[in-house]
């Protein structure tokens, strides 16, 4: 089956604001991404996958695949603000979710956060995305969620 058609979700006028959506369309705030966009998140697992070796939970897939599908965290792993790259992976994003991930006992603490970035780039030195990933993190509301999905996941 097609694994895009397993993430798409059925929805009915009731689920939506249409008022919402057409003032969203309106002042430029409404972008919708097409299915075929959504797919990169896979790249994201294959990407986080380098590092597995470095989990503490043996659930690390899973918490990932629950990161990345949540609601309100998946649009976060896109780029939004330049049109040359809007829809592109967020790469700042993920390695700022896996210091984060690390913080919270999923990757080993006596591991340097750096150390995984460079296992994950696959450098000797540590480029940009992991220069520019503090101005990536999360939102409190989003922590909280992560905090949460991982707790689901602990042993």
């Not at 397993?6 to 972008?31: I, S």
């Not at 040359?84 to 006992?105: H, K, M, P």
């Not at 030195?125 to 999360?138: C, E, H, V």
Request: glycine share 2%; with cysteine.
């Amino acid at each position: 089956m097609d694994t895009r058609k397993q993430q798409l979700r059925k929805v009915c006028p009731e689920d939506f604001d249409a008022d919402a959506l057409l003032r969203a369309a309106r002042e430029g705030r409404l972008f919708i991404a097409p299915a075929a966009e959504r797919q990169p998140l896979t790249e994201v697992l294959d990407y986080v996958e380098r590092i597995r070796e470095y989990a503490t939970n043996p659930h690390v897939r899973e918490i990932w695949e629950a990161i990345l599908s949540h609601e309100r965290l998946a649009p976060l792993f896109y780029l939004t603000r330049y049109s040359s790259q809007r829809g592109q992976i967020n790469w700042y994003r993920v390695t700022a979710v896996v210091c984060l991930l690390q913080e919270n006992g999923v990757y080993r603490k006596d591991i340097a956060a750096v150390q995984l970035h460079l296992c994950l780039e696959r450098v000797s030195k540590r480029n940009k995305r992991y220069t520019g990933k503090d101005r990536y993190l999360l939102e409190r509301p989003e922590l909280l969620i992560v905090r949460q999905i991982v707790k689901d996941f602990s042993l």
